[in-house]
């Protein structure tokens, strides 16, 4: 799977991203609290082995970083929290997101074949692959968070030992680091680095408190990750793949997923709110 540069011509490519809803075989499943690599094999597991495997063993290299250049959202549905489980009643919504249109196309064809699949421990019926697309992102926009933005720092403490430094979004180096990680993501699509002027952005917290923070195990590494309402402000190019490849740091560990925020309307005790992507359609079962 190649890189093609994404923003050379004048014609804007659409953000894609998807949606898969499971229902489970049984009233009620369970995950533990963090189950960021149970949902990234998950995805893994329904790419065509050849994705997969360039994805999995290199992904795409800018300097020293390796970018996979997906996201993913949290476990979305009803459910409630009991002790380190996090149990869900009904059906469960998955969102993905990449620039790679063709990572979308393969995880699509593979995963509407499975009349059952395995996420976990628990079975589920696939019952939607929605595909959803918007043509053009401009700023400021307020975001929210479908999985929480991580951006670190390794630094060295004085007995020589290298310590990760994880920032809040209050820190004025949040902010710049997004900022460098987009820039990044953008001059890997696009063969090079933007220009000067096309290199503008800015994240600033709308509604984060210190309720926002989490702290997830993923493989036995503890990172630190913030949810919440943001308004974010840039060049188009930024901003679209901000949308589609992630905030921050760890994407395709499950990091950074971000949405359109809109308030939600109370009509006659009926909650009212309506996705800023416009369905495309489903892939044929």
Known sequence: MTLKGQFESNERRE?????????PIRREVSFPSHYNFTLQGFIYEHLSAKIAT?????????????????????????????????NYIGPVYIWIASPLTELLESFATNFVKKEKV????????PTAV???????????ITVKTLSPITVYST???????KKTYYYSPFEKDFDELVKKNLIKKVSLLN????????????IKPVKVSTKNEHIINYKGTIIKAWSGIYEIDGSEELLQVAFDA?????????????????????ISNVTSKENPFTKKGRYPS
């Open 155 to 161: 630094l060295q403490t004085e007995t020589g030992k």
């Open 130 to 140: 929605e595909v959803w697309g918007l043509r053009r992102i401009t700023g400021p």
């Open 191 to 202: 063969n090079g680095p933007p220009q000067l002027d096309r290199a503008k952005f800015s």
């Open 118 to 125: 395995k996420l976990g421990q628990q079975f589920f019926r």
């Open 54 to 86: 360039e994805l999995h063993d290199k992904g795409y290299v800018y300097g020293k970083r390796h970018f996979k250049l997906f996201t993913f959202s949290r476990i979305l549905g009803k459910y409630k929290i009991q002790g380190n489980n996090i």
């Open 246 to 266: 992630g905030l921050g740091s760890k994407n395709s560990q499950g990091f950074g997923m971000i949405e359109k925020y809109e308030k939600q309307i109370n």
């Open 15 to 23: 953000t894609i991203r998807i949606r898969i809803t499971l229902e």
